[in-house]
T-cell receptor
Framework: AQTVTQSQPEMSVQEAETVTLSCTYD???????LFWYKQPPSRQMILVIR??????QNATENRFSVNFQKAAKSFSLKISDSQLGDTAMYFC???????????FGAGTRLTVKP | NAGVTQTPKFRVLKTGQSMTLLCAQD?????MYWYRQDPGMGLRLIHY???????AKGEVPDGYNVSRLKKQNFLLGLESAAPSQTSVYFC????????????FGQGTRLTVV
């Protein structure tokens, strides 16, 4: 079974600074997908970024980027120029190729301070 | 474009009561999912559907039933609610194998007393 571990229950960062959220996963699969989702107080789950395991290049979406280390089974999220609106729970998720079960980590609560 | 809509947003049930949560999507997605979210545990898959008329069990299916009679709707039923089913429930939809992105509803907070 695949497991996803987020070792930082809570983090905080000053506005405009950079923060990195950690995620590790355990799998024997070679082909899979990784995601970061944001859940603001509204409870809506919003896709931040995704990475296909077969792609060596790290995914980037504006201020959000990932550091994907396949051999180490690590998938960290870097948020640059943090904004107050980035305050939310962040979930790392894993899904095998050709599967329908997306496995989530327990989440990291990020607070951006003014 | 409404995306994924869950009804109701909040509900309080007494132990033993039954209820149905409704999920509706207007994106013509084949795949739909029901998750529950509990503190410190992230989201866990309850049931999912890969198309109209099909359903399958996820990681934590016990105590729940689902139906997908129409492509746009995915219903989650609790026949006899238990306090352990107190949780926030999320519905999601996606294009499945062609597209790995899932679109989530806003969640339903269910309390069983």
């Amino acid at each position: 079974a695949q497991t996803v571990t987020q070792s930082q229950p809570e983090m905080s960062v000053q506005e405009a600074e950079t923060v990195t959220l950690s995620c590790t996963y355990d799998t024997s699969e070679s082909n899979y997908y990784l995601f970061w989702y944001k859940q603001p107080p509204s409870r809506q789950m919003i896709l931040v970024i995704r990475q296909e395991a077969y792609k060596q290049q790290n995914a980037t979406e504006n201020r959000f980027s990932v550091n994907f280390q396949k051999a180490a089974k690590s998938f960290s999220l870097k948020i640059s120029d943090s904004q107050l609106g980035d305050t939310a729970m962040y979930f790392c998720a894993f899904m095998k190729h050709a599967d329908n079960d997306m496995r989530f980590g327990a989440g990291t609560r990020l607070t951006v301070k003014p | 474009n409404a995306g994924v809509t869950q009804t109701p947003k909040f509900r309080v049930l007494k132990t033993g009561q039954s209820m149905t949560l409704l999920c509706a999507q207007d994106m013509n997605h084949e795949y739909m999912y029901w998750y529950r979210q509990d503190p410190g545990m992230g989201l866990r898959l309850i049931h999912y559907s890969v198309g109209e008329g099909t359903t399958a069990k996820g990681e934590v299916p016990d105590g729940y039933n689902v139906s997908r009679l129409k492509k746009q709707n995915f219903l989650l039923g609790l026949e006899s609610a238990a306090p352990s089913q107190t949780s926030v429930y999320f519905c999601a939809s996606g294009r499945g194998l062609l597209d790995t992105e899932a679109f989530f509803g806003q969640g339903t907070r269910l309390t069983v007393v």
